[in-house]
């Protein structure tokens, strides 16, 4: 059998008086360990809280801080998560497994929160208010410089969603976790029902289609497709063959696969003005 391996500990207080250890979880999160009497218990509680980060340094100061209030019979309180402590938890346990342009956006959408509502606000503490006032300032382009639309907005408070989630299960075997519930829990993201998409013009179409074999048949086909029907690039590619009635010149439309959520049955060719990106405008 090979050697467990040691995890870093540290210690602080007298031994049967105010001891307070500082150790590394199997999971790398620090945590304090102690021993609290309590009102109506003859034997002191063996209390473990979870710190929310690696620091060493760090643990070893909320450890003597810990003893010397042991010392003084007062009663600890387990340190408060703040969004920087849970961005960088977040940042080196979850961001790393992601691929590398959604693990960009974790890094941008964590600087804009912590620039939105400052590096030590409490994770617990956030509220509607916070929520409200991201939606605003980030829309406004206040953080960036440009204003965003609806759709990058919620892109950004999901992802802070999923993160607080997280928090509320990430901890170890005793269920101590870092964040006890989600605040912001239950509020509504921002949606573009109905966003506005400009039509390409005829003559654009043209210069395109005269270039498209040059990308490829499937580009040139995919083109017309979606010229000609109205139907989004995303619909096309989703297209089977068992779809298509070339004799009949009808084209069926899954429900399953069309943005709207509508199925349909189009003639092959048709006529009017039609998007790239959407379907038919009027």
Known sequence: MGESKLHWSYLAGEKGRN?????????????LEFYEHRPGQSRPKRVRLSLGHRDQEKAKR????AAAKLGRMEALKPDELTLQELFDIYGREVTPDKAPTTQDHDRAAARLFIRCFGPNRR???????????????????????????????????????????????????????LLERNPLRGLNVPKEESPNRPI??????????????????????????????GHR??????????????????????KSNDKIRQGARDAA??????SLGGGQKT
């Open 269 to 274: 060719h048709g006529g009017g003005p039609r």
């Open 200 to 229: 390409m013009s005829h003559e654009r179409y043209k210069m395109m289609l005269d270039v498209a074999d040059r990308v490829g048949w499937q580009f040139n086909v995919a083109l017309i497709l979606v010229h000609e029907t």
């Open 123 to 177: 994770a617990k503490d956030l509220s509607r208010r916070d929520w409200e006032r991201f939606i605003r300032e980030r829309s406004s382009g206040r953080f960036s410089g440009s204003a965003v639309g609806p759709r990058t907005v919620a892109i950004d408070l999901k992802w802070l969603l999923a993160v607080l989630n997280w928090a509320t299960m990430a901890g170890n075997e005793r269920g101590e976790v």
């Open 233 to 254: 690039i995303g619909a096309v590619r989703r297209l089977r063959w068992s779809d298509v009635d070339l004799e009949r010149g009808i084209i069926r439309w899954r």
């Open 62 to 65: 909320q450890a003597d801080e």
């Open 19 to 31: 001891r307070v250890r500082a150790f590394e979880h199997a999971s790398g999160v620090l945590m």
